[in-house]
């Protein structure tokens, strides 16, 4: 546990200097994951401790109202202390609450969507139980790699860090994500030069991996021939690269389509595309989205993506599909005009133009799926002229309770929000609130 180095010097209050290492009881998790401690009436977060621990830490600096703390050693466990089951626990960024037993966790998972709704007002009974995706399904990952002193490294960011975690096992990836990585961390050695970076951006699809590199490199003819025979060895069905800052993406050999199902259509994948992270989840959420929809039609998917909820709820509605996204749209576009699926497409930025009042009301239902900072413009309008039935789906319980708050101020009643646990053993939690009026 004391592997991870200090960063910087901790940093006074109103000069008082921060104590150097303490020893602190471990009440409760917050909901960044880090365990909370008390020290003379300030809070102190603890990373990878769990409640009933007794934790030697070393104060590291300040968090907003509190002491960030990294332990040096737990001197006793608390009760839902379990030993972490990944070799690479406590270093690398993607997990941080293997150290809890399931029972623990499970219910901490749940509270964080019945804090974050009961702040904003709502009654934690209209929370359903948490709904447990499984380990080993997830499909996409950006892998972090880095060239330091000759040696590459290809894996996740360790905590708060630049520094590359180089992946052995990972209990969260489909098996192909990671057996994928040796050839990766080997292809990369040959073309990045030292001291470089960057990502990958994988994605297990129907039709194969699909690899997306964005770091800075001059590819030769010689690289190209040598990225081309990587994906032929690997049998992907695509690999493209891009420049960092938003380049171009130029593809560099595209065998096969990249193919992703949404209720038995078949969509192209652009490279890079947003993707739920797993199938399992994507399904999980589709089947909410649905049973709160009904029979309605017609109904809106605003922030669709590639189409994940439009397809499934063709089956029932006309869908007008929404996404700020060109790429992605075409792709949604191109599936639905093969399908003959009942589904229209707009290209809109809903962040600067939400749907209008006039607009909004020719739908039965609207369903909608922003990015982390939530739909704050959208639900203001809805509030004010939305269809009697609204589905938002979050990957952020705080701005979800935002727009939740917007919506009733309008009349909706949220009838209920399911907990979905799409990002395992971390502090990200998925949701489905479904509101009506
Ligand atoms: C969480 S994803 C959901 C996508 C889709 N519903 C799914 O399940 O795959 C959010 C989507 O919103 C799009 N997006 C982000 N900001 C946007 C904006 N301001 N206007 C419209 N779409 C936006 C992204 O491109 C992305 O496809």
Same mark, same amino acid.
């Given at each position: 546990?004391?592997?991870?180095?200090?960063?910087?010097?901790?940093?006074?209050k109103?000069?008082?200097?921060?104590?150097?290492?303490?020893?602190?009881?471990?009440?409760?998790?917050?909901?960044?994951?880090?365990?909370?401690?008390?020290?003379?009436?300030?809070?102190?977060?603890?990373?990878?401790?769990v409640?009933?621990?007794?934790?030697?830490?070393?104060?590291?600096?300040?968090?907003?109202?509190?002491?960030?703390?990294?332990?040096?050693?737990?001197?006793?466990?608390?009760?839902?202390?379990?030993?972490?089951?990944?070799?690479?626990?406590?270093?690398?960024?993607?997990?941080?609450?293997?150290?809890?037993?399931?029972?623990?966790?499970?219910?901490?998972?749940?509270?964080?969507?019945?804090?974050?709704?009961?702040?904003?007002?709502?009654?934690?009974?209209?929370?359903a139980?948490?709904?447990?995706?499984?380990?080993?399904?997830?499909?996409?990952?950006?892998?972090?790699?880095?060239?330091?002193?000759?040696?590459?490294?290809?894996?996740?960011?360790?905590?708060g860090?630049?520094?590359?975690?180089?992946?052995?096992?990972?209990?969260?990836?489909?098996?192909?994500?990671?057996?994928?990585?040796?050839?990766?961390?080997?292809?990369?050695?040959?073309?990045?030069?030292?001291?470089?970076?960057?990502?990958?951006?994988?994605?297990?699809?129907?039709?194969?991996?699909?690899?997306?590199?964005?770091?800075?490199? =001059?590819?030769?003819? @010689? /690289?190209?021939? *040598?990225l081309? &025979?990587? +994906?032929?060895?690997?049998? %992907? $069905?695509?690999?493209?690269?891009?420049?960092?800052?938003?380049g171009?993406?130029?593809p560099?050999?595209?065998?096969?389509?990249?193919?992703?199902?949404?209720?038995?259509?078949?969509?192209?994948?652009?490279?890079?595309?947003?993707?739920?992270?797993?199938?399992?989840?994507?399904?999980?959420?589709?089947?909410?989205?649905?049973?709160?929809?009904?029979?309605?039609?017609?109904?809106?998917?605003?922030?669709?993506?590639?189409?994940?909820?439009?397809?499934?709820?063709?089956?029932?509605?006309?869908?007008?599909?929404?996404?700020?996204?060109?790429?992605?749209?075409?792709?949604?576009?191109?599936?639905?005009?093969?399908?003959?699926?009942?589904?229209t497409?707009?290209?809109?930025?809903?962040?600067?133009?939400?749907?209008?009042?006039?607009?909004?009301?020719?739908? =039965?239902?609207?369903? @909608? /799926?922003?990015? *982390?900072?939530? &739909?704050? +413009?959208?639900?203001?309008i %809805? $509030?004010?002229?939305?269809?009697?039935?609204?589905?938002?789906?979050?990957?952020?319980?705080?701005?979800?309770?935002?727009?939740?708050?917007?919506?009733?101020?309008?009349?909706?009643?949220?009838?209920?929000?399911?907990?979905?646990?799409?990002?395992?053993?971390?502090?990200?939690?998925?949701?489905?609130?479904?509101?009506?009026?």
């Amino acid at each position: 546990m004391s592997r991870r180095p200090r960063q910087g010097k901790p940093r006074a209050k109103r000069g008082v200097p921060l104590p150097h290492n303490l020893e602190v009881d471990i009440g409760a998790i917050g909901g960044r994951g880090d365990g909370i401690a008390s020290h003379q009436g300030e809070p102190v977060f603890v990373p990878y401790t769990v409640p009933g621990d007794k934790v030697l830490v070393r104060v590291d600096g300040r968090r907003g109202d509190g002491l960030l703390g990294w332990p040096l050693q737990v001197l006793v466990g608390g009760p839902s202390r379990v030993e972490p089951p990944c070799r690479h626990f406590g270093r690398c960024g993607g997990c941080s609450l293997q150290q809890l037993d399931d029972a623990a966790y499970a219910a901490w998972k749940r509270d964080l969507l019945v804090e974050a709704l009961g702040r904003a007002g709502f009654d934690a009974r209209l929370v359903a139980p948490l709904l447990r995706i499984s380990p080993g399904s997830r499909r996409r990952a950006t892998f972090a790699f880095a060239r330091r002193r000759g040696r590459l490294a290809v894996g996740f960011n360790a905590r708060g860090s630049h520094e590359v975690v180089d992946l052995g096992q990972c209990l969260l990836l489909a098996p192909p994500l990671l057996d994928v990585l040796p050839a990766l961390r080997e292809l990369l050695a040959a073309l990045i030069e030292d001291g470089r970076e960057g990502d990958v951006v994988a994605t297990l699809t129907e039709t194969g991996l699909d690899l997306l590199v964005e770091a800075e490199a =001059r590819l030769d003819l @010689f /690289d190209r021939e *040598r990225l081309a &025979a990587f +994906a032929e060895h690997y049998n %992907l $069905a695509r690999l493209s690269w891009r420049r960092p800052g938003g380049g171009e993406i130029e593809p560099v050999a595209h065998r096969r389509p990249a193919l992703v199902r949404f209720a038995g259509v078949g969509v192209e994948l652009p490279p890079g595309a947003f993707l739920q992270p797993s199938q399992e989840g994507e399904r999980a959420l589709a089947s909410l989205v649905l049973d709160a929809a009904g029979s309605l039609s017609p109904v809106a998917d605003l922030y669709a993506g590639c189409g994940s909820f439009t397809f499934p709820l063709t089956g029932k509605a006309a869908v007008h599909a929404v996404e700020g996204e060109a790429s992605a749209l075409r792709a949604l576009a191109a599936a639905a005009a093969s399908a003959q699926a009942r589904v229209t497409t707009e290209n809109r930025d809903l962040a600067r133009r939400p749907l209008l009042p006039e607009e909004v009301k020719r739908f =039965r239902a609207v369903v @909608f /799926d922003p990015p *982390r900072v939530g &739909a704050a +413009a959208q639900a203001e309008i %809805l $509030a004010q002229a939305g269809p009697p039935l609204v589905v938002a789906v979050s990957c952020n319980p705080a701005t979800l309770a935002r727009d939740a708050r917007i919506l009733a101020q309008g009349g909706y009643r949220l009838r209920r929000a399911t907990p979905v646990d799409q990002f395992p053993w971390s502090a990200h939690l998925e949701a489905v609130a479904v509101f009506e009026r």
